[in-house]
Every structure is written in structure tokens, then in C-alpha cells.
């Protein structure tokens, strides 16, 4: 009965959005974002904090070079960046490769012509904070204003549809 009580209060606070501080766990609505600084493939530094400042739309890519469902996502990415990066979108692909890995991130961004910005998480401190369940893909996209406005973990054929839409409606 207590345990029953207490799901029910924790139910409560997530809807009405109490539960929105600056932690390090992810979730959409989330008032105030972790910032972080990672370096893309070619040595350059992105930081979090200066694409919120230039109210630009980020979607959070993470995933890794030996996923399968990451990699039949990337095309449909690369188009979505393509499409949308004239009006605001920025996509950061995070990838959650390991030490034993991580060595082929960059030849797979230059083989298949990836143009928006892949880093690596080396550390994966990153992953933790805004992808506590490590899955991969798992993607976070954050609206104008700094706010989680939707998480989708994994990838099947047709998902972007579903994510061309929230990203139009956020644009």
C-alpha cells in the first residue's frame, strides 16, 4: 500500500514538471540543460552552452560505429541536418564508441560524408548525463530555448518522420 502510495506521488511530480532542475538526469521539459564542451573529429571544441546562446535547435545523437541501428540512421541525420542547418537545427552526433573503437569514428564521418559536427565521448560523461540508459541511438532534441522537448531511443525505418515533425514544430 505504501509502495502503491509512493509510485503515485512520484507519477504526480513528473507530470506537473516539479522535477525540472539542472540534474544530470535527462528528460523532456527539462528547464535548464548540463552544459559540456567536446571536440568534433577534426580538433574542434563545441560547446553546448554557445549553440543554446545562439538559440539554435540541437538534436543529440548518440550512438556508436558497431550499431546497426545507428548506422541506417545516419543517412536520414546527415538529410535532416542538410535540410533543416539553413534554418536553426544542429546536429551533434556523440558517439559512445570505447577505447577499442573509437579509432575508426573519424573514417566513418569522412567515408560517408557526414557534414554536421561527430564527437567522441570519451570519457562518457556525456552518455551519462543526457543518456542514462547508454542505449545507442538514443536521441535528444532541444528546442530554441534550451529545453528538452523530446527523447527517442533506438531506430527503425521511419522515425525520422516522426522527428522532421517535432523538429518543424520547434523551428
Request: overall charge negative; aromatic content about 8%; glycine content about 10%.
Given at each position: 500500500?505504501?509502495?502503491?502510495?509512493?509510485?503515485?506521488?512520484?507519477?504526480?511530480?513528473a507530470?506537473?514538471?516539479c522535477?525540472?532542475?539542472?540534474?544530470?538526469?535527462?528528460?523532456?521539459?527539462?528547464?535548464?540543460?548540463?552544459?559540456?564542451?567536446?571536440?568534433?573529429?577534426?580538433?574542434?571544441?563545441?560547446?553546448?552552452?554557445?549553440?543554446?546562446?545562439?538559440?539554435?535547435?540541437?538534436?543529440?545523437?548518440?550512438?556508436?560505429?558497431?550499431?546497426?541501428?545507428?548506422?541506417?540512421?545516419?543517412?536520414?541525420?546527415?538529410?535532416?541536418?542538410?535540410?533543416?542547418?539553413?534554418?536553426?537545427?544542429?546536429?551533434?552526433?556523440?558517439?559512445?564508441?570505447?577505447?577499442?573503437?573509437?579509432?575508426?569514428?573519424?573514417?566513418?564521418?569522412?567515408?560517408?560524408?557526414?557534414?554536421?559536427?561527430?564527437?567522441?565521448?570519451?570519457?562518457?560523461r556525456?552518455?551519462?548525463?543526457y543518456?542514462s540508459?547508454?542505449s545507442?541511438?538514443?536521441?535528444?532534441?532541444?528546442?530554441?530555448?534550451?529545453?528538452?522537448?523530446?527523447?527517442h531511443?533506438?531506430?527503425?525505418?521511419?522515425?525520422?518522420?516522426?522527428?522532421?515533425?517535432?523538429?518543424?514544430?520547434?523551428?
Amino acid at each position: 500500500m505504501l509502495r502503491d502510495w509512493a509510485h503515485a506521488l512520484c507519477i504526480a511530480v513528473a507530470l506537473t514538471g516539479c522535477a525540472t532542475t539542472g540534474s544530470a538526469s535527462s528528460g523532456a521539459g527539462r528547464s535548464t540543460l548540463a552544459d559540456f564542451g567536446l571536440s568534433d573529429v577534426s580538433g574542434r571544441e563545441i560547446r553546448l552552452s554557445e549553440l543554446v546562446a545562439k538559440q539554435q535547435m540541437i538534436y543529440l545523437d548518440f550512438w556508436a560505429t558497431w550499431c546497426g541501428p545507428c548506422m541506417a540512421e545516419m543517412p536520414q541525420l546527415e538529410r535532416l541536418y542538410e535540410t533543416y542547418k539553413d534554418r536553426g537545427l544542429v546536429v551533434l552526433g556523440i558517439s559512445m564508441d570505447d577505447p577499442t573503437t573509437m579509432g575508426t569514428v573519424a573514417s566513418y564521418v569522412h567515408r560517408n560524408g557526414l557534414t554536421f559536427p561527430v564527437m567522441i565521448d570519451m570519457d562518457s560523461r556525456v552518455t551519462s548525463i543526457y543518456n542514462s540508459t547508454r542505449s545507442a541511438p538514443y536521441g535528444v532534441l532541444i528546442d530554441r530555448s534550451g529545453k528538452i522537448v523530446d527523447e527517442h531511443p533506438g531506430y527503425s525505418p521511419g522515425d525520422e518522420t516522426g522527428l522532421e515533425a517535432k523538429i518543424k514544430e520547434h523551428l
